[in-house]
């Protein structure tokens, strides 16, 4: 082999080997770059899922505020309904009336806690009063003392006068249930639905007397506990007795339910010209536990 044939491979050698460098060069770069991609992507995948971490973290601390808040509000509006229920079951129904006129909010924050509590009842007795005037004549005329949201007149045909301590309804007579402004025989049915509140609830019961026709009936829901005797509650039939002393009759009374009684009487067609002295029981105050 000469010179020149020599000179000639080793140039054709030296360019293949600068070939070789470049691809490998480039090839090199090509990797770095994708590697600096991926450390880049990878980066940007750790921030938005520590951005995300963050968030549901921030999200579950507000939701977990929130709730907090809202287990606090519901302690404080149910310890506020506890303490004016008690409040209603141990003072007279002037002082009850006196009590909402000064401050009208507290009687809706008595009956939004009220149907708190209700709402844990499987059974409701005005549902189970007002079935038992759609069962009678629509013409009776009923007086509802202590009416609440007035649902017994909202879910009957019949004439209804109710009667409570504060009116936010039209429809609603404001009023001490010892002195209702209805005359003498004037209504057919009086319905008490878990409102013997105050401590004079002898003198409401007189009232009902007053106004009702003879004949008229008078319907009792109390919640069951005010009539354990062995927890210091009344004996149901030393008050029945009391009722029927002041003018009634007993037809019938109900003790299937867990939670309340329905007591039922009638007025009597001729009342007495000397007046009995009544010796009534003391109803137990329902006073609601904490939840």
């Known amino acids: 082999m000469n010179d020149k044939e020599s000179s000639k ?15 490998l060069k480039l090839s090199s770069e090509k990797e770095s770059a994708s590697a600096a991609e991926r450390i880049d992507e990878d980066e940007e995948e750790s921030t938005k899922t520590s951005a995300s971490a963050k968030r549901i973290k921030s999200q579950g601390q507000l939701s977990n505020s929130s709730s907090f808040l809202a287990k606090m509000k519901a302690k404080l509006s149910g310890g506020h309904f506890r303490m004016i229920n008690e409040k209603l079951y141990t003072c007279t129904g002037k002082e009850a009336l006196e009590y909402f006129n000064d401050d009208p909010t507290l009687f809706d924050t008595y009956h939004s806690g009220y149907q708190e509590q209700m709402s ?19 013409s009776l005329v009923v007086a509802d003392f202590g009416c609440g949201d007035a649902r017994l007149a909202k879910n ?25 402004p209805l005359g003498s ?5 009086a319905v008490f639905c878990l409102s013997l509140m105050g ?20 319907l009792i829901a109390e919640v069951k506990s005010r009539f354990d005797s062995t927890t210091g509650g009344a ?51 329902c006073l609601y536990k904490r939840r």
């Open 9 to 23: 491979k080793r140039k054709r050698a030296r360019r293949r080997d600068r070939a070789q460098n470049e691809k």
């Open 120 to 138: 844990h009842w499987p059974e409701l007795p005005v549902n189970i009063i007002i079935k038992w005037l759609k069962d009678h004549s629509p």
């Open 156 to 180: 009957v045909k019949n004439k209804v006068f109710s009667f409570d301590l504060i009116s936010k309804d039209p429809s609603v007579i404001s009023c001490d249930m010892s002195n209702t």
């Open 185 to 189: 025989s004037s209504v057919d049915v």
């Open 199 to 218: 401590t004079n609830f002898p003198s409401y019961l007189h009232e009902a007397h007053r106004i009702l026709k003879p004949s008229g009936w008078l």
């Open 235 to 285: 004996d149901p039939k030393t008050f029945t007795k009391a009722v029927c002393d002041l003018g009634f009759t007993s037809v019938s009374k109900d003790f299937s339910n867990k939670m309340f009684i329905l007591f039922y009487f009638k007025k009597k067609e001729e009342q007495s010209s000397k007046k009995k002295e009544v010796e009534w029981p003391q109803l137990k105050p």
